[in-house]
């Protein structure tokens, strides 16, 4: 479990490859209220916010254009942050498919900053590569392929709104205890106990989210136990959270490869939080890492479990 301190302020690192619609978010946050800045050099971020106290939440925009800019620095920086007294910084990330990148770089005629005398496409390919860690880092991964701007406008508002109080997401995720926990989740459960349905060649090549395996998963007898304890202890926990003024909360759900037990468990959890009002985000670690599952999903209701 993390500790977040209790009216913690938000400072949200967009970031993104070009054409995923990081400006699109960034102008959207703005008219939530936050206080934006873009493409600052990372070098004189601590001396931000070493000044005056942050009377609101702020949102950094960050890509390559920005000078010093290296994934590794924002991880730093991130960390950095943390450990500021009451900052709260969160990696969002927006993506897009690259066949979708690569229409809306053709629509628009504009070069890409990682290939301004060659084609959009070799851009594209260099600048995924290089934000690969900060994907895998993100706090919140917003995937744009089928939005359009209206669409991602609205999806921000769900997420950061600041009216009606505070409203708090909720973000469930699977991965790989091969691959290392999750960096920042505030709960992680093991899923090793349950029934592998790698073992099942007939079902080895699908995935959790697969209803035959997801079936195969639920007939563990203990499996039902373990939902429904899972689900008291958010039940109580949540509300709690709310209370004390997070912004954000993660549970991860981890099993050997990341693939079938832990997939399964959180696609379950997930639709159940959802299903009771929370503000649900769903995402599949290794499932991503492996092509199979490259959009993450929001669940519930646009505004829900708010305190004034």
Not at 279 to 294: A, I, K, N, T, W
């Amino acid at each position: 479990m993390t500790d977040e301190p209790p009216n913690a302020q938000r400072v949200l690192l967009v970031t993104g490859p070009s054409g995923a619609g990081r400006s699109t978010a960034i102008n959207a946050l703005e008219d939530l209220g936050y206080e934006v800045i873009d493409n600052l050099p990372l070098g004189l971020v601590p001396r931000l916010i070493d000044g005056p106290t942050l009377r609101r939440p702020m949102a950094l925009g960050l890509d390559v254009r920005n000078r010093d800019f290296e994934p590794g620095a924002v991880l730093d920086m991130q960390a950095q942050l943390a450990a500021t007294t009451g900052l709260l910084p969160e990696i969002v990330y927006l993506d897009a498919a690259r066949d979708v990148l690569l229409r809306r770089y053709s629509e628009t005629r504009r070069r890409h900053p990682l290939a301004p005398t060659t084609a959009p496409d070799d851009g594209i390919a260099a600048e995924a590569s290089l934000l690969e860690p900060l994907r895998a880092a993100a706090d919140i991964l917003i995937e744009t392929s089928d939005m359009t701007p209206h669409d991602l406008a609205r999806e921000i508002q769900r997420l950061f709104g600041l009216d009606q109080g505070q409203i708090l997401a909720v973000a469930v995720q699977s991965f790989s205890y091969k691959r290392g926990l999750p960096r920042g989740a505030d709960m992680v459960l093991d899923c090793r106990f349950l029934n592998n349905p790698h073992w099942q060649p007939e079902l080895r090549p699908f995935t959790g989210r697969d209803g035959t395996v997801a079936r195969f998963v639920a007939s563990d007898p203990r499996y039902e136990t373990f939902v429904a304890q899972v689900i008291g202890l958010l039940d109580l926990q949540l509300p709690s959270c709310v209370e004390e003024g997070k912004a954000h909360f993660s549970i991860a759900f981890g099993c050997t490869g990341g693939r079938h037990r832990s997939v399964a468990v959180a696609e379950a959890v997930g639709q159940t939080l959802a299903a009771a009002c929370w503000r649900v985000s769903m995402r599949h670690r290794e499932l991503e890492r492996q092509g199979l599952d490259v959009k993450a999903k929001p669940m519930g209701p646009p505004a829900d479990r708010t305190v004034a």
